[in-house]
């Protein structure tokens, strides 16, 4: 099992904290935000990671060296990052995309137990992540799901039919890898790829039926935009802190690879 995480983003919305710094790397509670993604994926048994990089990429290098110690957590530069939006650092991990992967996006956090969940449950050959609420707004990745299937993905659906968001999180087993990578080279061939998320690919597949979801309502988790999703980040990070320890997180360090549990175990 692979993991990748789309962490070529400056995240100009976090000025100033991202200005000489990839979102990525902004810290929440002793941890950057891709350390504790790797934690968690770590923990889930899913230590083959790659992180596609762009603003700044020389400073997620040096953070995989110098904290980690295993080949199979590795960075992937995209060169493109400041023409083209997420579909093409996507794209740029075609390669490792040739079995069962998860897909992450690098400013969302979760705790264990989201992730957990979409391995258990995930039957479909493409699954995606979701979480339901009362109210949308126009930033959020909205929704329209059908007994367990994705119908639409996309931030300017009818709010009359949006029934949930993503988050960020995907899972592609059997033949949904090949589907997906299929999918991805033929969307950066179309006018206008640069300007285009993953997701939108991800709509078109659904369209076709080829998509479920997995519904993690409840479970604690955030995408990190904003200067007033830090908080809310902060409390993610809580859970996950606490959900490691509780499981003898200290006793599993050296299977997550980690040179140093500090920030966890204090």
């Known amino acids: 099992m692979k993991a990748i995480i789309l ?52 400073k997620i290098e040096a953070l995989v060296k110098n904290k ?25 991990g075609r390669q490792d ?6 897909l992450l996006n690098g400013d969302t956090l979760f705790e264990p137990r989201v992730l957990l969940r979409l391995l258990e449950r995930a039957s479909a050959p493409i699954t995606i992540t979701i979480n339901t609420k009362d109210r949308y707004d126009a930033d959020d990745m909205k929704v329209i799901v059908e007994d367990s299937k994705l119908l639409r993905v996309g931030k300017d659906l009818s709010m009359e039919k949006v029934n949930g968001e993503s988050i960020g999180l995907s899972f592609f087993k059997k033949h949904g890898p090949d589907i997906f990578r299929q999918a991805l080279c033929n969307a950066v061939k179309r006018a206008g790829a640069e300007r285009r998320w993953y997701l939108s690919v991800i709509d078109e597949l659904a369209k076709e039926g080829k998509v479920h979801v997995v519904d993690i309502t ?49």
């Open 7 to 58: 962490s070529a983003g400056q995240g100009r919305r976090l000025f100033p904290l991202t200005k000489r710094l990839p979102k990525c790397l902004v810290d929440i509670k002793g941890l950057s935000i891709l350390e504790w993604q790797l934690e968690v994926l770590c923990y889930c048994g899913i230590k083959d990671i790659v992180i596609v990089t762009g603003f700044q990429h020389e």
């Open 97 to 102: 995309m040739k079995g069962d992967f998860i």
């Open 218 to 266: 409840g479970l604690f988790w955030c995408e990190i935009d904003f200067p007033r999703d830090l908080k809310t980040a902060e409390q993610v990070v809580q859970v996950i802190k606490k959900e490691l320890l509780l499981s003898d997180y200290e006793g599993q360090s050296q299977t997550c690879l980690r040179k140093q549990t500090a920030g966890l175990t204090k």
């Open 68 to 92: 980690y110690r295993s080949e199979k957590i590795r960075t992937l530069y995209n060169e493109d990052f400041n023409k083209a939006d997420n579909l093409f650092s996507c794209w740029k």
